[in-house]
């Protein structure tokens, strides 16, 4: 098949075209507008596959998004470009509100326009696959997961610009009859993330011996999903989902953002040998901040649906999949830094 992944230069779209390169013979084509998060050198091991094609293009561009489906004619379309930081949509919500509310309504108008035009076969084969967040749901007490009808509650400007595309794309289906699919995942960890998150930030921060901050009283509690077992996941709903369901995709790793930090800690100290550090213990820079505005106490998935229907369940639990990002951000301090400097 030809996949068009939108957002591919970014952190879960570039694991996301190298895991479908490396276990299918699917051909990948990258639209990606390439944003400060976004950047081919995420892709270097295989941008020279033949299997893909890469293109500059910003989804809030029509004309330029016709060409690519015009030149490249796609089977799948799996739409991961958004912006992403729940922190800088609180101080500029713009160009959440613009990339990921009316880009993805171009993409929608753009793709269903070029679905409208395939013939039968090709209309069988062809989907429009929407990832978004848990956070469109909001916030949880201490106790209860996040089903698949769990009743959408964003608090924040970047997670209700997600809701709203997550709705576009939903009345796409149920009006124009458009066959889409929808996820919605908890967060994602792993290589090649952009330094701003929490994770590779701490990691970062440690190594260079500056304060490792933390919201709050840091008590707020994630669900981690390794990302390519989240890229194996989207495969999964890609090529079993039912047209029109949503499905979400989580770890089972519910964790505090101090317990992430400590645990972090705890590794580098370990791998980090004292004579190459001025601390004798990591968690000695932790320093506690003011909490940000509107933020969730608690989020958790309950991922039962996709294990049940299509099979699908992860693979690393947290310790196992921290333990390998945190050894891939050591192996590769020059992609860090040339991502931190501009380079």
Known sequence: MKILITGGA?????????????????????????????NL?????????????????????????????????????MHLAAESHVDRSIVDPSEFVNTNIVGTYILLEVARKYWLELNNREKNLFCFQHISTD???????????????????????????????????????????????????????????????????IVMNALDEKTLPIYGDGKQ??????VEDHASALLTVMEKGILGETYNIGGFNEKTNIEVVTCICTILDKLIPKSQRS?????????FVADRPGHDKRYAIDSSKIKLDLGWSPKDTFETGLKKTIQWYLENKKWTRRILNGE
Not at 143 to 156: A, K
Not at 172 to 198: A, D
Request: glycine fraction near 6%.
């Open 135 to 201: 956070e469109v749901y909001g916030s949880l007490g201490s106790t209860g997961l996040f089903t698949e009808l769990t009743s959408y509650n964003p608090n924040s400007p970047y997670s209700a610009s997600k809701a709203s595309s997550d709705f576009l794309v939903r009345s796409w289906h149920v009006t124009y009859g458009l066959p889409v699919l929808i996820t919605n995942c908890s967060n994602n960890y792993g290589p090649y993330q952009f330094p701003e998150k929490l994770i590779p930030l």
């Open 41 to 77: 050198e995420s892709l270097r091991d295989i941008e020279n596959s033949k299997h893909y094609s890469f293109e500059c293009v910003d989804i809030c561009n029509q004309e330029e998004l016709k060409k690519v489906f015009i030149k490249y004619r796609p089977n799948k379309i």
């Open 10 to 38: 970014g952190f879960i779209g570039s694991n996301a075209i190298r895991f479908i390169l490396n276990n299918t013979s699917h051909q990948i084509i990258n639209v990606d507008k390439l944003t400060y998060s976004g």
């Open 279 to 287: 601390v004798v213990n990591y968690n000695e820079l932790i320093k």
């Open 221 to 226: 509690i994630r669900d981690w999903l390794y």
